[in-house]
């Protein structure tokens, strides 16, 4: 059985959750942070994983 979940990540500036992804909450405890682009804020911000 995997142990894969979703997660939300929203970006740091606007709070806006932007995108979704996978990680394996048993091998991975620190929370997610990407550069990735908002279309809100329209350029790349630092997205951190949020709660469900």
Not at 10 to 34: D, M, P, Q
Request: with cysteine.
């Amino acid at each position: 059985m995997s142990q894969d979940q979703l997660i939300k990540i929203a970006c740091g500036k606007c709070s806006r959750i932007n995108y979704w992804s996978r990680k394996n909450r048993k091998l991975v405890t620190r929370k997610i942070e990407l550069q990735k682009f908002c279309k809100w804020c329209k350029k790349q911000t630092k997205h951190k994983e949020s709660k469900k």
